[in-house]
Protein backbone atom coordinates (compact mmCIF):
# COMPACT_ATOMS: atom_id res chain seq x y z
CA UNK A 1 0.00 0.00 0.00
CA UNK A 2 1.36 3.44 -0.92
CA UNK A 3 1.47 6.11 1.69
CA UNK A 4 -1.10 8.75 2.10
CA UNK A 5 -0.40 12.39 1.68
CA UNK A 6 -2.19 13.90 4.37
CA UNK A 7 -4.90 16.44 2.85
CA UNK A 8 -3.92 19.89 2.99
CA UNK A 9 -6.25 23.36 1.89
CA UNK A 10 -4.66 26.79 0.52
CA UNK A 11 -3.15 28.99 2.99
CA UNK A 12 -4.60 32.49 2.25
CA UNK A 13 -4.84 35.80 4.23
CA UNK A 14 -3.34 33.81 7.36
CA UNK A 15 -5.71 30.77 7.45
CA UNK A 16 -6.47 27.63 5.87
CA UNK A 17 -9.25 28.35 3.15
CA UNK A 18 -10.74 25.83 0.93
CA UNK A 19 -10.33 26.60 -2.93
CA UNK A 20 -13.20 28.90 -4.35
CA UNK A 21 -14.06 26.42 -6.65
CA UNK A 22 -13.77 23.88 -3.63
CA UNK A 23 -12.11 21.22 -6.64
CA UNK A 24 -9.05 19.00 -5.84
CA UNK A 25 -6.26 17.36 -7.64
CA UNK A 26 -5.55 13.81 -6.47
CA UNK A 27 -1.68 12.79 -6.41
CA UNK A 28 -0.90 9.27 -8.21
CA UNK A 29 2.15 7.32 -7.30
CA UNK A 30 4.33 6.50 -10.37
CA UNK A 31 5.34 3.32 -9.39
CA UNK A 32 1.89 1.93 -8.77
CA UNK A 33 -0.29 4.40 -10.37
CA UNK A 34 -2.48 4.62 -7.47
CA UNK A 35 -3.93 7.65 -5.91
CA UNK A 36 -2.24 8.08 -2.71
CA UNK A 37 -3.91 11.74 -1.34
CA UNK A 38 -4.81 14.99 -3.02
CA UNK A 39 -4.16 18.98 -3.30
CA UNK A 40 -6.33 21.70 -3.56
CA UNK A 41 -6.59 22.97 -7.34
CA UNK A 42 -6.37 26.68 -6.97
CA UNK A 43 -7.42 28.79 -9.59
CA UNK A 44 -6.99 31.88 -10.75
CA UNK A 45 -10.21 33.47 -8.28
CA UNK A 46 -7.41 31.78 -5.22
CA UNK A 47 -4.51 33.50 -6.93
CA UNK A 48 -6.52 36.99 -6.82
CA UNK A 49 -8.02 36.54 -2.96
CA UNK A 50 -4.19 35.76 -2.24
CA UNK A 51 -2.53 38.99 -4.02
CA UNK A 52 -5.38 40.85 -2.07
CA UNK A 53 -4.96 39.45 1.28
CA UNK A 54 -1.15 39.72 0.84
CA UNK A 55 -1.36 43.44 -0.74
CA UNK A 56 -3.81 44.51 2.64
CA UNK A 57 -1.22 42.45 5.42
CA UNK A 58 1.57 44.52 3.71
CA UNK A 59 -0.38 48.18 3.78
CA UNK A 60 -1.30 47.28 7.17
CA UNK A 61 2.33 47.96 8.85
CA UNK A 62 5.28 48.08 5.46
CA UNK A 63 6.69 45.11 6.52
CA UNK A 64 7.16 46.85 9.68
CA UNK A 65 6.71 44.32 12.22
CA UNK A 66 9.34 41.81 10.37
CA UNK A 67 12.32 44.56 9.68
CA UNK A 68 11.97 45.95 13.63
CA UNK A 69 12.05 42.26 15.12
CA UNK A 70 15.27 41.13 16.76
CA UNK A 71 17.48 38.64 14.55
CA UNK A 72 16.37 36.05 16.90
CA UNK A 73 12.89 36.35 16.24
CA UNK A 74 13.35 36.16 12.77
CA UNK A 75 16.23 32.83 13.21
CA UNK A 76 13.32 31.31 14.84
CA UNK A 77 10.72 31.54 12.20
CA UNK A 78 13.43 30.87 9.38
CA UNK A 79 14.49 28.06 11.51
CA UNK A 80 11.06 26.50 11.29
CA UNK A 81 10.57 27.01 7.62
CA UNK A 82 13.98 25.15 6.86
CA UNK A 83 12.36 22.58 9.08
CA UNK A 84 9.43 21.67 7.46
CA UNK A 85 11.05 22.31 4.26
CA UNK A 86 14.39 19.99 5.13
CA UNK A 87 10.81 17.55 6.66
CA UNK A 88 8.62 17.62 3.18
CA UNK A 89 11.63 17.22 0.90
CA UNK A 90 12.21 13.48 3.63
CA UNK A 91 8.86 12.53 3.11
CA UNK A 92 8.80 13.22 -0.83
CA UNK A 93 12.11 11.01 -1.08
CA UNK A 94 10.19 8.24 1.59
CA UNK A 95 6.87 7.93 -0.71
CA UNK A 96 8.67 7.81 -3.84
CA UNK A 97 11.10 4.98 -2.30
CA UNK A 98 7.42 2.67 -0.96
CA UNK A 99 6.26 3.64 -3.95
CA UNK A 100 9.14 2.01 -5.87
CA UNK A 101 9.26 -0.89 -2.94
CA UNK A 102 5.51 -2.09 -4.54
CA UNK A 103 6.61 -2.42 -7.79
Same mark, same amino acid.
Given at each position: ???? $?? #? =?? &?????????????? =??????? +??? &? %? $????? +? !?? @???????? *???????? =?? /? !? %??? #??? #?? /???? /?? &? =????? *???? !??????? @??? $??? %? &??
Amino acid at each position: MAPE $IP #S =RQ &LFIGGEWVVPVRGE =RIPVICP +ATE &L %Q $IGDIP +A !GT @SEDVDIAV *KAAREAFA =RN /K !G %QDW #SRA #SG /KHRA /KY &L =RAIAA *KVRT !GTFLVWL @SEY $ICY %Q &LQ
